[in-house]
């Protein structure tokens, strides 16, 4: 079965930096894409950007690009998001998704989220 | 940066009723770089719909897809009550692969 477990729920204070993976099974981590979602409360879904583990190849939306590091390790199946200096608008639910390149793109199957919480 | 537009924004039906919830966006996207998402409270989105029209596996077949150019369709034949949720799309056609702002399908 094709898995994606992300680590758990974070509380930061503003200024702190973090780094949240998702971790890869049931398929040849290296050879698929993973992509990463931000949902802020109660809104919708939004693109940051996606990594290819085999050769750290990574493109960010124009909105998160500066704004957050993605990278991976492909000899642990683990890919990570993080954020050198936390601001209160970072306060969110963050999805990490494999993406599916190819004739007909997706995002299939999607980590359970990791809850980021930046408060002072 | 495409823009996708869903509509309604809340669909209010009964279980047993058809629901018609509309994609639209803001330049031509390939009919294969579409996509569906449903997404339950609490839960992570899950994929329903890819390539515009064909179903992710497990997905039942009350489910459809259609649409090219700018505007795309996805149908509920009959709703049953796992159905009420939020659907987003996204288009693949060009980075960014933005997502639609959702439509949200609850019980009438």
């Known amino acids: 079965e094709v898995q994606l477990v992300q680590s758990g729920s974070e509380v930061k204070k503003p200024g702190e930096s973090l780094k949240i993976s998702c971790k890869g099974s049931?398929?040849?981590?290296?050879?698929?894409?993973i992509g990463w979602v931000r949902q802020m409360p109660g809104k919708g879904l939004e693109w940051m950007g996606i990594i290819y583990p085999g050769d750290s190849d990574t493109r960010y939306s124009p909105s998160f690009q500066g704004q957050v590091t993605i990278s991976a390790d492909k000899s642990i199946s683990t890919a990570y998001l993080q954020w050198s200096s936390l601001k209160a608008s970072d306060t969110a639910m963050y999805y990490c998704?494999?993406?599916?390149?190819?004739?007909?793109?997706?995002?299939?199957?999607w980590g359970q989220g990791t809850l980021v919480t930046v408060s002072s | 940066e495409i823009v996708l537009t869903q509509s309604p924004g809340t669909l209010s039906l009964s279980p047993g009723e058809r629901g018609t919830l509309s994609c639209r966006a803001s330049?031509?996207?390939?009919?294969?770089?579409l996509a569906w998402y449903q997404q339950k409270p609490g839960q992570a989105p899950r994929l329903l719909i890819y390539?515009?029209?064909s179903r992710a596996t497990g997905i039942p077949d009350r489910f459809s897809g259609s649409g090219s150019g700018t505007d795309f369709t996805l149908t509920i034949s009959r709703l049953e009550p796992e159905d009420f949720a939020v659907y987003y799309c996204q288009q693949y056609g060009s980075s960014p692969f933005t997502f639609g702002p959702g439509t949200k399908v609850d019980i009438k």
């Open positions: 390539g515009a029209s």
């Open positions: 049931g398929y040849r981590f290296a050879s698929y894409w």
């Open positions: 998704a494999r993406f599916l390149y190819g004739d007909s793109p997706s995002f299939d199957p």
């Open positions: 330049q031509s996207v390939s009919s294969s770089y």
